[in-house]
């Protein structure tokens, strides 16, 4: 990279692999910058250098990090022979120790140094032979005149002046020779050049010999010697927080003039987009709505940290039918093998979860109701969906009544389809009835709801807007077909596991591990062993609902009185909101022209901002391309790559955009205060945050779109020039 210097394109390496002592990475690269005759130019910017000395940084890049394997094309391409010798020594001694995959069209090379051939010819092998002629080197080295093999040679001995003469065809040369005050003026017809210790070109008085293997036995490369054993290698970012915006200041800082006038577009766009922002929630700012997604009858505590303790003891209110962590909404999957052609098709759905006790026969309007908790009713209203996409139309599926009978998977269509990749699933329930009770709800019976939950949440399902838990625990009563107990007893308690007994040397029976629930760790009391390669923490159904519990900031309440629930979660101070009410309102503000008419404006507004980010990161980023193109091809990983962008565009919109919005919030703020405007601007800071939001987040998407199709590219395409679509 042109702009670091050599010592800083060989040191990169080392930091990318986690290396961050200054003097280890000092140690390192001098040595090898010392052996490959380059110390000398370890503070020379890389520009100045010449293709060969370019390879052998390059070269030095890679033995620094001393890697196990080396994979070397054409190491001397660019290397003059004595150049060319050294640098192969170097390898050759490296492949003592390391694998050395060195590609070359030089035979003479790989028949000396290599220890085994592989011919390639049009890509395909033509043969593969471990190499026993490697003798002798007949490998002239261009930089070395061997006197003797002149076939002309004439000794002039003229008093105090002695001069030998080595030609190798007869020419006439016309040579004036003076000699004063003991130094030598030499003026010839043809080009003269004084061969001396800091000369290219050596003389030898003797025959040109063959290499032996001497040349790179008695080589010395004893870098391992300068290699600290306890450092173990790990890639690391080289970039931080700090950094990336540091960097981002001085690339904007480095802009052209016409690139700096063109950053005042992103302080008016800001300006446009708080704007549309306040606008937008002055004309929805409406209470009538109508929009169903969740069960008519639950009610959500929203943002509500909960307690194992304090959610069981809700459970055990009078006026409360049953609860759920979350908000109720699970992914479920339909698959489709009526057909051979469909094997594989499935459609995916997402429900509010609701008991089976909650409707009676008299709701069922096709089918009929559940036998055993393995059958399940769905909403006409999820049958809607269904018949929505457009699987069950070309599978011959047009008929509610066709839909019953069909089994119906947990989890996201990716996971069903691809049988959860080798992770526990539930058997698939059955739908034996449809009802309509205009909610999107699928009716199953209670005790499942845990499990359901769970497995949903565990399969990256639609399960409300909670974070996965990093401990998966699944229900031992799901998986007991498919495991034997080994030893130890089941785990009939709370807070009991068993585990596969491949960790019986990591995890000792009956003791306790790391990981908690309920601020409880985890004991584990028996091994088990999977016919099917199963390595997943069981647990009895309590456990799980805890973690359920523990890892959910919503809790949806489904109450036998909604209006005492609603008045008790009040009174203790709690965020508790009718979710019909919630989604009939926000239906309605779907609805309202006003709101219609901001987002048209405020999607030109955006438009006009995300060209101009684009244009401007990709003007930057095609200046930069060739630097990309080799960080990749040095090993470093896309998302750093990313952050170089990254912290280009967060300086823009701090130094550029955050004023914009700065100053319209001061304007659109008065504006509010107005009875004129009061009911066209809405401002406080949710106002604020979400224009951040949509500044920074769009910027971000659109500005780092360029550097996306760039890095789906391979190093050797973006560094040959073919990376921008």
Known sequence: MNHLTVF???????????????????????????????????????????????????????????????????????????????????????????????????????????????????GKIVSDDINKDNQDLDYQMYHKIYLKDMPHHETIDKESIKIDCYEDNKENVTIKLVVKNGNIYLQSDKKVEVVNEDSSIEFVDDHYKKM????????????????????????????????????????????????????LGFFVSAMFIIYAVSSIFGVTNIKDQNFVVTNRDYLSVVSFQNTVPEYLEYEKLDFIDYMLPGDAKVDFTIKYPDYYQTANASGQITVS???????????????????????????????????????????????????????????????????????????????????????????????????????????????????????????????????????????????????????????????????????????????????????????????????????????????????????????????????????????????RPQMIASITVSGVILLISLIEIYLMIRSSFLSRKKEVGILRAIGLKKSDVYKMFLGEILAIDVLISLPGIALMSYIVSNLAKTSFYSNQFVFNPLVVAISIAIVFGFHLIIGLLPVFNTLRKTPAEILSGNAID
Request: net charge positive; with cysteine.
């Open 212 to 263: 032996s293997k001497e040349i790179y036995e008695n080589y010395q490369f004893n870098n391992e010697d300068i290699i600290n054993d306890n450092y173990k290698k790990r890639y690391t970012s080289i970039y931080n927080i700090v950094t990336l915006f540091i960097n981002g200041i001085k690339t904007i800082w480095g802009y052209s003039p016409l690139k700096k006038i063109l950053l």
């Open 353 to 591: 979860l609701s008991a089976i006790h909650r409707i009676n026969e008299n709701d069922i309007i096709c089918g009929r109701m559940p036998e055993n908790k393995k059958e399940i009713v769905i909403d006409k209203m999820v049958v809607d969906i269904i018949f929505g996409n457009v699987t069950p139309n070309q599978v011959g599926i047009t008929k509610m009544e066709q839909l019953i009978g069909r089994p119906i998977h947990v989890g996201s269509e990716m996971f069903a389809v691809n049988g959860g990749n080798g992770q526990t699933q539930m058997e698939p329930f059955i739908i034996v009835g449809i009802t309509n009770k205009s909610s999107p709800s699928l009716y199953m019976a209670k005790e499942n709801f845990v499990n359901v939950l769970a497995m949903a949440k565990m399969n990256d399902s639609h399960y409300g807007e909670q974070q996965a838990s990093a401990l998966k625990l699944i229900d031992v009563n799901l998986v007991k077909d498919e495991i034997t107990l080994k030893k130890g007893k089941m785990p009939n308690n709370d807070y009991e596991i068993i585990v596969n007994s491949n960790y019986a040397g990591q995890m000792k029976l009956n003791k306790t591990i790391d990981e908690k629930v309920n601020g409880q760790k985890l004991k584990v009391v028996g091994y088990y062993e999977s016919k099917y390669g199963k390595e997943e923490y069981y647990t009895n159904q309590n456990t799980i609902q805890y973690q359920l519990i523990e890892n959910t900031q919503n809790l949806i309440i489904c109450p036998k009185d909604k209006l005492k629930t609603m008045e008790y979660f009040m009174q203790n101070n709690k965020n508790i909101v009718d979710t019909y009410q919630k989604d009939r309102n926000t239906y309605i503000e779907r609805m």
């Open 8 to 122: 800083d394109n060989v040191a990169l390496v080392l930091k990318m692999v986690g290396m961050k002592k200054k003097e280890e990475i000092v140690k390192r690269v001098n040595y090898i910058l010392e052996v490959l005759g380059m110390y000398q130019y370890r503070n020379r910017l890389s520009y100045m250098l010449s293709g060969g000395q370019k390879q052998r940084v390059a070269i030095a890049r890679a033995l620094v990090k001393n890697p196990n394997i080396i994979i070397a094309d054409e190491p001397t391409g660019n290397l003059d022979s004595k150049n060319s010798i050294e640098i192969m020594n170097i390898i050759k001694t490296i492949s003592k120790d390391k694998l050395v995959i060195l590609v070359t069209h030089e035979k003479e090379l790989a028949n000396f140094y290599a220890s085994r051939i592989i011919k390639v010819v049009d």
